[in-house]
C-alpha cells in the first residue's frame, strides 16, 4: 500500500460517490451519517481482509476467512475428483474441455453444497451475525440487513426468501436496498466456479482468489447499502421494522432431500450459464464480423491494431467496451497500460454477464496481458451480478414471492444496477488501495 495508490482510491471513491449523488432522487434526503458509516466498516473489512497489518483480533478474524477459504479448495479438490470419474479427461481443469466439464458441474455441486448449510441451519447463523453488524453499525431496519447480508451467500433470488415475510411491508427505499444488493454481490453456487475459472488447479492460487472472491462479496455489502441509500434515501421511517428475525423456510425433508433439491437447483444454474454463454459467444462473434466489416471501409481496424500493439485485431466489441469504460478502469486504481483491457472486462460484465468477464478475466491473466495488480482489481470489479439480464431475473423471482411490490421492482430496475455497480467498482477501488 503507497502513498499514490491510496489517493487513486480516494480519488475514485470520492468520483463513485460523486456519480451516484448525480443519480439520487432525493438529495436534501440523503442520510450522509449512514453513508459515511457504510465506507468506514467497507474499509474496516477490508484492512482486516486485504491488507495484512498484524494486529492479533484481525489475525484471528484472516485465520478464520482461510479456515472457510481452505474448505472452499477442499471441495474443489472433491468435486475434480468427481468430474474426471464422470467425465475422464475431458474435465481437466485448464483443458479444451475444462469449462463445460468442470467449472460448470463445479456451480452444481455448491448449490447443493449451499442448500446442506442451509438445512443445518449453519448459514443463518452467518448471516444473522453479518445482518446485526449492519444493523447496529449503520442503523437499517432487520430487513434491509438480514437481505443484505443474505446477498453475500445465497443468490439475488434466493435472498429474499429470507426476508419473505417483511416483502409486501417494506419502504421504497428498502426494496431498491434489497435489489442493489443481490447486484453487488455473488452467490455460493458460482463462488466455487469463479475460483476454479481464476486459480485453475493449483491449490495456492485457488486460495489467494478465493480469499479475495469471499471479501469482494463481503465488503460489497455495505457499499451496496451505501449506494441505494444515496439513490433513493428512506422518508418513511415510521414503517420500519429494526426486528431482525429469519424466518424457518423448508430445506428439505432430511440432509438426502436437501442435498437433491440443491442439486437440483444447480444443473439448472449451471444449464443456465452455458446457454448464455453460448448465446452472448455467437452474438459477439456476429457482432464483431460487422464492426470489422466497418473497420475496414474506414481503415479503423489498422490504426487501432497499431495503437494497441496488436492486442486488439481492429474495430470489436471488446475493443469499443474497453475505450468506453477506461476512465473507470483508472478510477479504480488500473494501471494506464492496463485500462482498456480492464474496461473491456467492466463493460462486459455490465453489458453481457460476470461470468463472461470472468472466463475473459481468467484468459488474459493466463496469457499475462494484465498486471498482477490489475488482475486483482478487476476481481473485485466483476464480483457482483449487476448487469442487464438480472432486472428480469429480480422483477421475476422477487415479483413471484411479493406481487404487490412487482411495479416498485420494475421501476427500480435500472436504479439497482447502478446502485449494484457503482458498489462493485467502489469495492475494487477499496482493493486498488490496499493492494
Not at 451496496?224 to 422518508?235: D, H, R, S
Not at 439448472?268 to 464492426?291: C, E, Y
Not at 455497480?421 to 490496499?434: E, N, P, S, V, Y
Amino acid at each position: 500500500m503507497d502513498v499514490i495508490s491510496i489517493l487513486r482510491g480516494v480519488l475514485g471513491i470520492v468520483a463513485l460517490i460523486g456519480i451516484t449523488y448525480l443519480f439520487s432522487t432525493n438529495r436534501k434526503a440523503i442520510d450522509w451519517g449512514l453513508v459515511v458509516k457504510g465506507l468506514a466498516l467497507q474499509l474496516l473489512l477490508a484492512v482486516i481482509l486485504i491488507n495484512p497489518i498484524d494486529f492479533v483480533v484481525f489475525d484471528w478474524i484472516r485465520m478464520i476467512f482461510r479456515g472457510v477459504v481452505d474448505f472452499f479448495v477442499l471441495m474443489i479438490g472433491a468435486m475434480e475428483e468427481s468430474a474426471v470419474f464422470m467425465f475422464g479427461d475431458l474435465a481437466k481443469p485448464g483443458g479444451p474441455f475444462g469449462f463445460a466439464f468442470f467449472v460448470l458441474p463445479t456451480i452444481l455441486f455448491f448449490s447443493a453444497l449451499s442448500s446442506l448449510l442451509y438445512y443445518l441451519g449453519i448459514l443463518q447463523k452467518v448471516v444473522y451475525g453479518f445482518a446485526w453488524l449492519m444493523s447496529k453499525t449503520m442503523k437499517l431496519s432487520g430487513a434491509e440487513s438480514l437481505a443484505a447480508a443474505a446477498n453475500v451467500f445465497i443468490g439475488q433470488t434466493e435472498a429474499p426468501l429470507v426476508v419473505k415475510p417483511y416483502l409486501e411491508r417494506m419502504t421504497r427505499s428498502e426494496i431498491l436496498c434489497l435489489m442493489t444488493g443481490g447486484m453487488a454481490t455473488i452467490a455460493g453456487g458460482v463462488f466455487g466456479a469463479y475460483m476454479g475459472i481464476l486459480g485453475g488447479s493449483d491449490p495456492e492460487s485457488l486460495r489467494y482468489f478465493g480469499m479475495h472472491l469471499l471479501t469482494a462479496s463481503i465488503i460489497s455489502a455495505p457499499a451496496a447499502i451505501v449506494a441505494a441509500k444515496i439513490l433513493f434515501p428512506e422518508t418513511e421511517r415510521e414503517k420500519i421494522d429494526k426486528n431482525i428475525n429469519i424466518p424457518r423456510e423448508e430445506a428439505g425433508d432430511n440432509i438426502l432431500d436437501a442435498i437433491v433439491r440443491g442439486t437440483t437447483d444447480g444443473l439448472k444454474l449451471a444449464v443456465n450459464v452455458g446457454a448464455m454463454l453460448l448465446a452472448f459467444t455467437a452474438f459477439i462473434f456476429l457482432f464483431n464480423k460487422i464492426f470489422m466489416y466497418i473497420g475496414d471501409l474506414t481503415n479503423l481496424n489498422d490504426l487501432i491494431t497499431e495503437r494497441s500493439g496488436g492486442v486488439y485485431k481492429g474495430l470489436t466489441l471488446q475493443y469499443i467496451f474497453g475505450i468506453l469504460f477506461s476512465p473507470i478502469a483508472w478510477l479504480i486504481g488500473v494501471a494506464p497500460q492496463d485500462m482498456v483491457a480492464v474496461g473491456q472486462l467492466l463493460g462486459e460484465k455490465t453489458i453481457l454477464n460476470e461470468f463472461f468477464a470472468y472466463v475473459t478475466l481468467g484468459e488474459m491473466k493466463t496469457a499475462g496481458s494484465l498486471s498482477p495488480k490489475s488482475v486483482l482489481i478487476a476481481t473485485y470489479a466483476l464480483c457482483g451480478f449487476a448487469n442487464f439480464a438480472s432486472i428480469g431475473i429480480q422483477i421475476g423471482g422477487i415479483g413471484a414471492i411479493a406481487p404487490g411490490q412487482r411495479s416498485t421492482l420494475s421501476r427500480f430496475g435500472i436504479q439497482a444496477l447502478i446502485g449494484g455497480t457503482i458498489a462493485c467498482f467502489l469495492t475494487a477501488a477499496i482493493a486498488g488501495m490496499m493492494a
